[in-house]
Structures are given as C-alpha cells and as structure tokens.
T-cell receptor, first 111, second 112 residues
C-alpha cells in the first residue's frame, strides 16, 4: 500500500524559529509536493520537486524553501517562522498524470 | 488567479439522497481531473478521476461527469451516506504540468 509519511502531526514553534517539516514516500515516485491548507483557501502549492535536487516554486513560495537530497525525502523549511505560516501542511507524492498520494498532514502553530 | 473553482463552500444532503458537487475550471489545457475527499486532521484521499477524452467515469456510488465545452465537472454520490461527510476537493492538471491545481473545497454534510 502506498505511503507518504510526515514526521510530525502537530508542531508548535515560536516566531523567528527555523522549522523543518519532513516527508518520506515509499512509492519511488519522481514527483513530490508541499501544499498548505487554510480555511476558505483550499490547497495551495508551496513548492514541488520532479527529481532529486530539483525544485520548483509553486503559487506561494515566499518564506519557504525545500530540500530533496534523496528521492524518497522532501523537506519543507521555514527560514524564520511567522504567525501567518500557522497552517496545515500537506506533503504528497505521485507520478505525472496520476493521482497524488498525501500524507496525514502537519498542523503547525507559530506563536 | 484561481483556475479551479468550487463555488459552493458547503452542501447538506439527507442520507440516501443524491449529492452533487460542482467544479468549474478556466484553463482549457487541463486534461485530467480528480476528486479528493478530506476528513479533518487527515490528508486528502483520492476518490475518482476522469480524463478529458471521456465524459463520464463511474466507481460504485461515485460518478464524475465532465462537460468540456462548459469547462465544468461534477461529482455525484448516490446514495449518500453519513460517512461521506467530508470536504471534497476538485483538482485539475494539464499533460505538460507536474502539479495539481485545487479548488477551495466543498464541505458535504450528510444527515441521517
């Protein structure tokens, strides 16, 4: 069974902290994605990667960076967390033109 | 600019009746469409998809209809069950793209 695992379900961080959100997939898929979900705004794409060491900006990349050193792992980095980055973060993996498989999400609160 | 639109934030349906969730898109390059279902505190799960070469795809109680000329798709759930209560996201992608474009979601409540 396909699995995308996000290392934390809940995180609480302080403003200005550097935050790492980790995601691992066991599907050997080239493509991995980070979305955030906010009420009334749906899922918005932050960054994605279509290969190891490759990354592309999504719709809302400001304040974020990513790392994909290995095919199975895609990390989202908040360089200096701010309160407007409080959100549900969703990692996904998939092949091109196939359904994405999502992790269970990380609920991040920045105080 | 939102390329995938779900104009109904919420929908309430009685158990056993039909639920119809609607989705419109603006990008004529989209050729693959998907519906995802999301429960609170969980990630979205894939429900059903349709390619632009078809106008209907059915999987059990779920049917997706695609009207390319109107740039409109809909998800029908028959019969609706209380366990179907969730947020449903419509998504679309073109064959030259990597990332899904999602709508804002419709919250479905199925009442007993």
């Amino acid at each position: 069974d396909v699995k995308v695992t996000q290392s934390s379900r809940y995180l609480v961080k302080r403003t200005g902290e550097k935050v790492f959100l980790e995601c691992v997939q066991d599907m050997d898929h080239e493509n991995m994605f980070w979305y955030r979900q906010d009420p009334g705004l749906g899922l918005r794409l932050i960054y994605f990667s279509y290969d190891v060491k490759m990354k592309e900006k999504g719709d809302i990349p400001e304040g974020y960076s990513v790392s994909r050193e290995k095919k199975e792992r895609f990390s989202l980095i908040l360089e200096s967390a701010s309160t407007n980055q409080t959100s549900m973060y969703l990692c996904a993996g998939g092949q091109t033109n196939s359904p994405l498989h999502f992790g269970n999400g990380t609920r991040l609160t920045v105080t | 600019d939102q390329q995938v639109k779900q104009n109904s934030p919420s929908l309430s349906v009685q158990e056993g009746r039909i639920s119809i969730l609607n989705c419109d898109y603006t990008n004529s390059m989209f050729d693959y469409f998907l519906w995802y279902k999301k429960y609170p505190a969980e990630g979205p799960t894939f429900l059903i998809s349709i390619s632009s070469i078809k106008d209907k795809n059915e999987d059990g109680r779920f049917t997706v209809f695609l009207n390319k000329s109107a740039k409109h798709l809909s998800l029908h759930i028959v019969p609706s069950q209380p366990g179907d209560s969730a947020v449903y996201f419509c998504a679309a992608i073109s064959n030259s793209g990597y990332a899904l474009n999602f709508g804002k979601g419709t919250s479905l409540l199925v009442t007993p």
